[in-house]
């Protein structure tokens, strides 16, 4: 299964919650990061990494998909 075809398959129902936590998180941080007042550079780094862990998160849950049992016999022979 390549890529594209992965990303289409369907994703089960946690990884759904996952991806939606995920851009959750990346819209936060970037929410932060593009705020207007002035704001402490742990702050912003905070903010930095939550951008990464919410795309990654997002990235991965999207790749997930649900194997039904013609997958399996065809992984299994």
């Known amino acids: 299964m390549n890529v594209v075809q992965r990303v289409k398959a369907p994703t089960p129902k946690f990884f759904k919650i996952l991806r939606t936590i995920g851009i959750s998180l990346a819209v936060a941080g970037g929410a932060v990061l593009a ?41 299994e022979q």
């Open 35 to 75: 705020s207007p007042i002035a704001i402490p550079a742990a702050v912003v780094s905070v903010a930095s990494y939550v951008i990464l862990a919410g795309s990654v998160i997002t990235a991965v849950s999207q790749t997930a998909v649900e194997q039904n049992k013609e997958d399996e016999q065809h992984t």
